[in-house]
């Protein structure tokens, strides 16, 4: 789609959800906010390490209509949630829970989402939060390693700081929602989703210092070189708060600490790994030859260079594959097949052990490479990936 065409698809889903608020609540909304999903294009599990990344927001986002409970109303200490997201095949999802005493264990599921929001803006000097009605809409396929969670939480941050007056900007919102998902929702999450969310910008990827929140907007002039990008969504799901993902962030840590390091970042790219046993020297290595691999990307894409990001794309899978050990063989087979029927470059992305690849594709290439990955798939007795494009968005926003 084009951008016109996507503003218009948003303004149409904002007013069907505004109808569908008023029809769940009885009254209407007191806005409507969106925040967008994120594919990282290169710089995986860095961000926790206080490293470098290259996402970017894309055209498939999280949708809330909220209005804030009005005083004396009954109440009007409570949170109502709903969603149209019902996988039980119900019309739609529901959780409810009351601000004084929220604590982690009172919601559960994707209510854990905006209530460890509503739980880190409860904890600010000065800042009262009332109850509220709210009903979700995303189009960000969940458990796809595209922050559909992220997505959630910035949508909701976004219309209660428009709503309580907060003033927040965008750094503090997103350092409140990774506070959100690490305490609340239980997830150790870095601060890459919600940047990219809260930060992205149309035609360009958002590269960030994960230490400082300093970021840029790099050109990511696809359409313009006859390029497109490709998500395999392998349907193979995941979940940032499982134990696979705390341990390599423990394993990173350790690493730092046995190199005299406060941090990943400080340590040099050619450092000497000897002292570190093996499997942690190999998830030491992947971070910081990620680091120099977003570098890279960072000034080929400057340069104007699309097509030469591809051998980096390559060597970020391998290193995920091989070294931090976080692919699977679905992913890897996504990204084989797409590479050998023409993409320039792919691997998976987001936090993995399922998820999704993406693959840098020629315009003229994407059929086939579409057809191949499918074939791979079926040949191989597993479920069909869905694949589609994504195009870089707008970050968050009220419409």
């Known amino acids: ?22 029809e769940v609540y009885g009254h209407a909304p007191d806005g409507v906010w969106r925040a967008p999903g994120r594919v990282n294009l290169i710089g995986e599990h860095t961000d926790y390490n206080d490293g470098f990344v290259l996402p970017f927001a894309i055209d498939r986002a999280a949708m809330v209509a909220v209005r804030l409970r009005r005083a004396g109303e009954p109440e009007a200490q409570t949170v109502e949630l709903a969603s149209t997201y019902a996988p039980e095949g119900e019309r739609l999802s529901r959780a409810r829970f009351t601000v004084p005493g929220l604590t982690p264990d009172a919601v559960g599921d994707w209510g854990a989402y905006p209530a460890g929001v ?13 109850g509220f009605e709210l009903l979700l809409d995303s189009t960000v396929p969940v458990g796809a390693g595209l922050s559909s969670s992220h997505a959630v939480e910035v949508a909701t941050i976004v219309a209660l700081n428009d709503l309580l007056d907060l003033h927040l900007d965008r750094p503090a919102m997103a350092r409140l929602t990774q506070q959100a998902e690490n305490e609340f ?12 969310s809260l ?19 790099v050109p990511l002039p696809l359409a313009e070189q006859g390029f497109t990008v490709l ?24 690493g730092a600490a046995a190199l005299g390091a406060a941090s990943l970042r400080d340590v040099p790219a050619d450092a000497d790994l000897s002292v570190l046993d093996e499997e942690t020297a190999r998830r030491v290595r992947h971070v910081l030859t990620e680091n120099v691999r977003v570098l ?19 060597a970020s899978h391998a290193s995920l594959r091989d070294d931090y050990e976080v692919s699977c063989p679905e992913l890897d087979l996504a990204v084989e097949a797409a590479t050998a029927a023409g993409a320039v470059g792919a691997r ?3 936090g993995g052990f399922g998820g999704s690849a993406i693959a840098l594709t020629p315009v003229t290439q994407e059929v086939q490479v579409r057809g191949a990955v499918q074939r791979r798939f079926t040949d ?8 589609f494009t994504v195009q870089p968005a707008a970050g968050a926003q009220r419409l």
Request: with cysteine.
């Open 185 to 196: 929702v239980g997830a150790p999450t870095g601060i890459m989703d919600q940047s990219a």
């Open 380 to 387: 191989s007795g597993l479920q069909a990936p869905d694949i």
């Open 1 to 22: 789609m084009t951008r016109q065409q996507i503003d218009q698809h948003e303004d149409t889903r904002a007013e069907e959800l505004t109808r569908r608020f008023t």
């Open 231 to 254: 998500v395999i969504d392998t349907k193979v799901a995941h979940s940032h708060a499982d134990g696979g993902y705390a341990a390599r962030r423990a394993s990173c840590e350790a």
């Open 296 to 314: 890279a990307t960072v000034e080929r894409l400057s340069a104007g260079d699309v097509a030469g990001i591809g051998e980096l794309l390559a």
């Open 348 to 350: 998976m992305t987001g």
């Open 118 to 130: 509503v739980h880190v803006l409860a904890g600010l000097d000065n800042v009262e939060v009332p």
């Open 199 to 217: 930060m992205g910008r149309a035609g360009g990827a958002l590269f960030l210092d994960c230490r400082s929140l300093e970021s840029h907007v």
